[in-house]
T-cell receptor
């Protein structure tokens, strides 16, 4: 069964500092991987996704993620965090054989300090 | 991705009543929609996969008779919480996928409070 682990429940980063959010997945075949961001009381916004090809994926708002098959990881990074990046971040994995469900990690809450 | 509209954004209902939540795909004919539930400060848990013109597929542990899903058209899926109780209070979110390579678009969610 597919699963996603986000080991960090909370992360606090100073504004302007770099960010890395960890995500490890378990999936029996080639996974589709996603990062979403959720502001309080809101739905989810897609930051980026990986299906195949270049393992370094660029997303919106200056985020990027790197797929590492050998480590079963898909970590999210941003070189310089802005106060508006404070939110909940979810990593998710889905199948590549059609309209399959997404399985989410438990999320990482990002706090940005001045 | 698709444009997804979810309504209402907030609803408060009395215990024992039923509540209907709508999820509309505004620009895509969605044969498949997904319903998730999110408890405060927790992740999204898939409740069911809604299939146009057929019965929904429920995840293990989700009560089919309590959470009725109807996907009667390619642009609308509804989730009805029947005989709601306070423990049903949660954030419900729907999702649409436009294909295996396109990812998934989420509605803005519905905050249900049962009093």
């Amino acid at each position: 069964a597919q699963s996603v682990t986000q080991p960090d429940i909370h992360i606090t980063v100073s504004e302007g500092a770099s960010l890395e959010l960890r995500c490890n997945y378990s999936y029996g075949a080639t996974p589709y991987l996603f990062w979403y961001v959720q502001s309080p009381g809101q739905g989810l916004q897609l930051l980026l996704k990986y299906f195949s090809g270049d393992t370094l994926v660029q997303g919106i708002k200056g985020f990027e993620a790197e797929f590492k098959r050998s480590q079963s990881s898909f970590n999210l990074r941003k070189p310089s965090v802005h106060w508006s990046d404070a939110a909940e971040y979810f990593c998710a994995v889905g199948g590549n054989t059609g309209f399959q469900k997404l399985v989410f990690g438990t999320g990482t809450r990002l706090l940005v300090s001045p | 991705g698709a444009v997804v509209s979810q309504h209402p954004s907030r609803v408060i209902c009395k215990s024992g009543t039923s509540v209907k939540i709508e999820c509309r795909s505004l620009d895509f004919q969605a044969t498949t929609m997904f319903w998730y539930r999110q408890f405060p400060k927790q992740s999204l848990m898939l409740m069911a996969t809604s299939n146009e013109g057929s019965k929904a597929t429920y995840e293990q542990g989700v009560e089919k008779d309590k959470f009725l899903i109807n996907h009667a058209s390619l642009t609308l899926s509804t989730l009805t919480v029947t005989s709601a109780h306070p423990e049903d209070s949660s954030f419900y979110i729907c999702s649409v996928t436009t294909g295996p390579l396109d990812g998934y678009t989420f509605g803005s969610g519905t905050r249900l409070t049962v009093v």
